[in-house]
């Protein structure tokens, strides 16, 4: 392991002045589970780091708090600390069943949910169930702050919004009302500690039989995690009948192809990413009947 | 180098130390506590599982300076003088203990997992010890183990 200061700073204005010098490469540190990682493995996003800023003990940026209609979730909050939230179980059950599937008890004590998508690595297991929450994170800077969506501050495979001075505070999401109902579903190796290889997340609303509204994203599978726009336009006031839902399923590969293009592993990825979509919408048309 | 307090198997100790070393490294290579394995060194595989504030987690993804304050549990700690703790005896008695390697670390996830929960489902057991690898004993007695050690535990 190279030799690297680790600075503990008490609250946010500390860390935010730290993060306003520019003199030396600084790295924000929470978890570890991706930093000290990449520190041993002498990856290229920390290989010139100088200074790890460690925020677990910044109150401004852990914690889970229901405000307004919105779930305010601290930066630094963890896994096992969303988990075992009642507000966030109760209000968010697609991102606990996403958070269930991550790493193992021991990573997920440790591993924070803006750690996740911070360095947005495709494989970010809760990025799709953020985005069909229309998650909007803070970010604050010495002299800035401001709200964007999730969606926006993911630019490309391991590129963000996030400038070097500014850190990620808080992950707001609205409370969907309790006519919506969702799902998530994650393929990995195996079952415990395996990086996805697909995951996929979606949230509909039915008003009688038709789809009100539909919610559809995917990590893994696409270069990043996103939303479908035109399949969820193509979906709204449509029928629920299983026709459609197989059309619907179809779609999403058509979609994903003109994401990524076709790869080695489309003939493989394609038909699993569509069965197992028609399965989860199969399986909530069923429960809202 | 850094001056690090934390309480340590129920001891409070002060350390000097790189900032930046592993805990993995600082238990076994500073305080001659080997009883913590080295396996994967990416989080992987949970050989280098210790307590952390009652909670389990990989030593080698926590840096020395980020356990200030704390309290670690290593397996070092578990036993009671000479007496082994029951999770120990049970791990012996069902055969859970091939090459020994990942044990270590199991007994800590099945200590902090009876810590939380005294009865837990197979289920729960299973997903306790998910980040714990074990190449030999195909994790049927170590479950057994943890089984009866949660019953031996709660009807004390």
Redesign the interface.
């Known amino acids: 392991m190279p030799s690297i200061e680790i600075l503990t700073p008490k609250n946010l204005n500390e860390v935010l002045s730290i993060l306003s010098n520019h003199d030396k490469v600084l790295k924000i540190i929470a978890g570890g589970t991706d930093v000290v990682t990449g520190l041993k493995q002498e990856s290229n996003r920390f290989i010139d780091a100088e200074i790890l800023i460690d925020i677990n003990h910044i109150a401004e940026v852990k914690g889970i708090e229901q405000r307004n209609g919105k779930i305010s979730i601290g930066a630094a909050t963890t896994f096992t600390e969303i988990y075992k939230n009642q507000i966030a179980s109760k209000e968010l059950p697609i991102l606990k069943k996403a958070v269930s599937t991550i790493g193992s008890l021991q990573i997920r004590n440790r591993a924070t949910i803006a750690g996740n998508f911070v360095n947005n690595a495709p494989c970010a297991d809760t990025v799709p169930a953020l985005l069909i929450y229309n998650a909007t994170i803070e970010i604050e800077s010495i002299n800035s702050k401001r709200e964007i969506s999730l969606q926006e501050f993911l630019q490309g495979p391991y590129k963000t919004q996030l400038k070097k001075d500014e850190i990620v505070t808080r992950i707001n999401i609205p409370v969907p009302p309790k006519t919506f109902v969702g799902d998530f579903y994650k393929l990995g190796r195996r079952q415990a500690v395996a990086i996805s290889r697909i995951t996929l997340a979606v949230l509909m609303e039915l008003k009688e039989n038709n789809i009100n509204e539909i919610r559809i994203a995917s990590g893994a599978a696409t270069p990043i995690g996103t939303r479908f726009p035109d399949l969820e336009k193509f979906a709204e006031g449509k029928v629920v009948n299983d026709n459609f839902l197989r059309s619907l399923a179809s779609k999403i590969g058509d979609e994903i192809i003109k994401l990524t293009g076709l790869r080695w592993s489309s003939e493989y990825k394609l038909p699993v990413v569509q069965q197992m979509f028609y399965q989860m919408l199969n399986r909530m048309t069923k429960r809202i009947k | 180098m850094i001056s690090l307090k934390f309480i340590l198997n129920g001891k409070q100790v002060t350390v000097e130390t790189?900032?930046?070393?592993?805990l993995l490294?600082l238990l076994r290579a500073k305080l001659n506590l080997t009883g913590t394995k080295e396996g994967c060194?990416?989080?992987?595989c949970?050989a280098c599982?210790v307590l952390?504030n009652g909670?389990?987690?990989?030593s080698?993804?926590?840096?020395a300076?980020?356990i200030?304050g704390s309290e670690i549990v290593t397996i070092e700690g578990i036993a009671n003088g000479n007496e082994l703790h029951p999770i120990q005896k049970n791990f012996l008695k069902y055969g859970a203990v091939q090459c020994g390697f990942c044990s270590p670390a199991m007994v800590l996830?099945a200590y902090?997992l009876l810590e939380e929960n005294p009865n837990p489902t197979e289920e729960e057991i299973k997903?306790?010890i998910?980040?714990?690898l074990c190449r030999c004993t195909g994790y049927k007695q170590i479950i057994e183990a943890i089984n009866e050690s949660a019953k031996e535990l709660t009807t004390r």
């Open positions: 790189e900032p930046s070393i592993r490294d060194g990416v989080g992987e949970g599982t952390m909670k389990a987690v990989n080698c993804l926590i840096l300076a980020q200030e996830s902090a997903d306790a998910a980040g714990n």
